[in-house]
C-alpha cells in the first residue's frame, strides 16, 4: 500500500466556519508534510512533521492549525479562512530518515473559501 | 534558501522524445523527484533519484543527475498524448521537498 488518501476531496466553507483536512497513510512512514496550490503555481511547504512532532511551520498563519494524533494521521484545522485561502491542499509522507526517502502525495483536498 | 529552476514550457512532436531540464541550488539534496500533475489532480511521483546516483531508468522514462552542476533532467521516450500535463523538479533536503515552478508539456500531433 503506497497510498496517501486525503478526505474531503472537495470542500467549499464560508469564512465563519472551522473545518478540517484529513490525511492518512499506512506505509509507516514517520514525516508528514502539507503543502498549499494555488492555480498554475507550484506546491508550497506549509509544516512538516516528524515523529508526530512539529518541525517546521514555514509562517503559516495561525488560521491553519496542524495535528498530528498519531504516526498514520495527520490533519489540518481550518478556521476564519479568507478567500485568498481557496487553493488545493496536499499531504505528503516519507520514511523521515536521513537518506532514506522517498516522499508519496495525496491527491489533494481542493479547497474553496466564499 | 534553496530554489529550484526549470523552463515553464515545453512543445514535443507526438512519438519523439521529450527532455525536461531541472537545476537545483540546494547541495545536500538527498532525494530528486519528478512529479506529474495533470489538470485539475494531485501530484503524481513518475520516478526518482538518489542523490549518489548519475542515471536512473524506468520504462519510457529516464532520468540524469549531474550532481556537480546540480542539474537533473527527464527524458520521456515515445511522448504520447497522455503525456501532455506540468512536470514538477522537487529537491529534498534539509526536511524539505521543495518544487520548481513545473514545465507545462504539449503534444504536437
Known amino acids: 500500500d503506497t497510498e496517501v488518501t486525503q478526505t474531503p476531496k472537495h470542500l467549499v466553507m464560508g469564512m465563519t466556519n472551522k473545518k478540517s483536512l484529513k490525511c492518512e497513510q499506512h506505509?509507516?512512514?514517520?514525516?508528514m508534510y502539507w503543502y498549499k496550490q494555488k492555480a498554475k503555481k507550484p506546491p508550497e511547504l506549509m509544516f512538516v512533521?516528524?515523529?508526530?512532532?512539529?518541525?517546521i511551520n514555514e509562517s503559516v498563519p495561525s488560521r491553519f492549525s496542524p495535528e498530528c494524533p498519531n504516526s498514520s494521521l495527520l490533519n489540518l484545522h481550518l478556521h476564519a479562512l479568507q478567500p485568498e485561502d481557496s487553493a488545493l491542499y496536499l499531504c505528503?509522507?516519507?520514511?523521515?530518515?536521513?537518506?532514506?526517502?522517498?516522499?508519496?502525495f495525496g491527491q489533494g483536498t481542493r479547497l474553496t473559501v466564499v | 534558501g534553496e530554489d529550484v529552476e526549470q523552463s515553464l514550457f515545453l512543445s514535443v512532436r507526438e512519438g519523439d522524445s521529450s527532455v525536461i531540464n531541472c537545476t537545483y541550488t540546494?547541495?545536500?539534496?538527498?532525494?530528486l523527484y519528478w512529479y506529474k500533475q495533470e489538470p485539475g489532480a494531485g501530484l503524481q511521483l513518475l520516478t526518482y533519484i538518489f542523490s549518489n546516483m548519475d542515471m536512473k531508468q524506468d520504462q519510457r522514462l529516464t532520468v540524469l543527475l549531474n550532481k556537480k552542476d546540480k542539474h537533473l533532467s527527464l527524458r520521456i521516450a515515445d511522448t504520447q498524448t497522455g503525456d501532455s500535463a506540468i512536470y514538477f523538479c522537487?529537491?529534498?533536503?534539509?526536511?524539505?521537498?521543495?518544487f520548481g515552478s513545473g514545465t507545462r508539456l504539449s503534444i504536437r500531433p
Open positions: 540546494d547541495s545536500s539534496s538527498t532525494y
Open positions: 512533521y516528524s515523529y508526530e512532532k512539529l518541525s
Open positions: 506505509m509507516g512512514h514517520r514525516a
Open positions: 522537487a529537491s529534498e533536503g534539509a526536511s524539505k521537498i521543495i
Open positions: 505528503a509522507s516519507s520514511q523521515g530518515r536521513s537518506g532514506d526517502t522517498e516522499a508519496f
